[in-house]
């Protein structure tokens, strides 16, 4: 039966400070979801693949009259899905047509830091353009691209930049899944956002603990719905938002299974009615809308707010069947049994530190060694009274979550992830391994904490193969 529990600490979320804001349902004709294409290569080559992303300025019709102005990668808002295939090598041209600097951080990918990873030390100019080239070796899942330049990122991705990238691999292939893109298997990439005169306008909407706004945005698609016309659909959620956790649940409480989690399939399948994600995180599930009659309609909600209305069409029912085991996650032994690094995650508002900091570009604030396996201790000192859930985040790796304040995890937490909610004054406790060389960020995944410095970098090195970094300061960005 399924899972009734949101998984997350009920008294902080519910204490939140005073500038909180709830969604609201905006007042606009409801709207088809958008479901962003997937990135057509300008070259194929047997194993090689050439993308081009450009990050842009355009406009959108989001609200009754006026167009709104907006960023996105290859188009007005957001972008085209990016597709991976584990085993070939990508070749991605990166333009900037924007005013100023940006980078395109693959969020989630196993890729070399820190410029292909596009972390602030990858800055691409405005009229400049970057070159990068990876193979994807890591199993199929759902991750995302978005902009990474110190201290700006808040502001870009309210702007517009983010899109979803998925792998692939044969694995995944042989479960037979839902795999047909915009009708069995969507994207759902949460965001919020406020209007002024139909206008975005970051500085007004600014909050330091993290920009919060009134209208849920998903997909770039305000008020939408979708038509179901198959009985099984993957939902592959994103929170794309700067600051925002998502409550998810139907209004009807209708159960669904989470198959994945950030970097991958779960070990087994779990079933839920209600599912959180912090900013960042994903989660892949699967509805079976089997027990509908077409022409019902159920929404998706967070604090009771419908933000997806489903409309049932016409399909035959079908029953879910999902092996038992989805995905073997390897038990790496750690080379050090005891936790070689604990991090700290402090502060609210413009108080937020890492580790008693604030970021610097020129700092490495930790090092390890390529391929060792590690135990990290997270803790997020904030205390019941005011405390606030900070999303932890790691750059170039996907790590595994091993208990929480010496418990067990969450139900959902026995996969890959490369972000994890950390609630105030508990400790996680996570095994990590970076498997690509490099400089890469680990940091708070809301988005103004991050710009305000609640980020660190931390080297992984070869001992046989030492390189010598060249590392940004914040006036070269
Ligand atoms: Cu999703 Cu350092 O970022
Ligand atoms: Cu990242
Ligand atoms: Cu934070």
């Known amino acids: ?64 009259g006026a167009v709104t102005q907006t960023w996105g990668y290859n188009g007005s808002l957001l972008g085209p899905t990016v597709l991976f295939e584990t085993g070939k090598t990508y070749h991605i041209t990166l333009k900037n047509a924007l005013n100023e600097v940006t980078t395109f951080h693959w969020h989630g990918l196993n890729i070399v830091g820190p410029y292909d990873d596009g972390g602030p030390h990858a800055p691409v100019y405005p009229g400049g353009e970057r070159k990068i080239t990876f193979t994807v070796d890591q199993p199929s899942a759902t991750l995302w691209l978005h902009p990474h330049p110190c201290p700006e990122t808040a502001r870009q991705v309210w702007n517009g930049l983010a899109a979803m990238v998925l792998i692939k691999d044969d694995h995944e292939r042989s479960l037979n899944l839902p795999a047909d893109w915009g009708k069995n298997d969507i994207p759902v990439i949460m965001q919020d956002r406020t209007y002024y005169d139909n206008q975005l306008n970051y500085q007004k909407s600014y909050d330091v603990d993290g920009t919060l706004g009134e209208y849920p945005l998903i997909n770039g698609t305000l008020n939408p719905y979708f038509e179901v016309t198959s009985p099984i659909v993957r939902l ?36 839920f009615d209600h599912l959180m994600l912090t900013t960042a995180e994903r989660a892949d599930v699967l509805v079976n809308f089997s027990d509908y009659q077409e022409g019902d309609v159920v929404t998706l909600q967070t604090d009771d707010l419908s933000f997806l209305t489903f409309k049932i069409g016409k399909f035959d029912p079908e029953d879910l069947n999902l092996p038992e085991t989805l995905a073997t996650i390897p038990d790496l032994t750690p080379d050090d049994p005891e936790p070689t690094f604990h991090t700290v995650m402090s502060g609210m508002d413009d108080e937020v530190r890492l580790d008693g900091k604030l970021f610097d570009m020129q700092r490495i604030d930790t090092r390890q060694e390529l391929n060792k396996v590690a135990l990290w201790e997270v803790t997020n000192t904030n205390d019941m009274d005011d405390g606030m859930i900070h999303p932890f985040h790691v750059h170039g790796c996907q790590f595994q979550v091993l208990k929480r304040d010496g418990h067990d995890v969450y139900a959902n937490e026995h996969g890959w992830k490369d972000t994890i909610g950390v609630n105030p004054g508990e400790t996680v406790l996570i095994k990590i391994q970076f498997t690509k060389p490099g400089v890469f960020m680990y940091h708070c995944h809301i988005l103004e904490h991050e710009d305000t410095g609640m980020m660190a970098q931390i080297e992984i090195y070869d001992p046989k193969h030492p390189v010598k970094y060249h590392l940004l300061s914040m006036d070269e960005m």
């Open 1 to 64: 039966s399924p899972i009734h529990d949101y998984f997350f600490d009920k008294t902080a979320f519910d204490s939140r400070d005073g500038a909180y804001i709830h969604l609201q349902q905006p007042n606009t004709p409801e709207a088809p979801l958008n479901v962003p294409e997937m990135l057509t290569p300008d070259k194929v080559d047997g194993d090689d693949i050439y993308y081009t992303l450009t990050a842009q300025t355009g406009s959108t019709q989001l609200l009754t």
């Open 236 to 271: 592959r959620f994103l929170d794309g938002s700067n600051r925002r956790e998502w409550r998810l649940h139907f209004s009807d409480n209708h159960p669904f299974t989470q198959i994945s989690s950030d970097g991958g399939l779960l070990p087994q399948p779990v079933e």
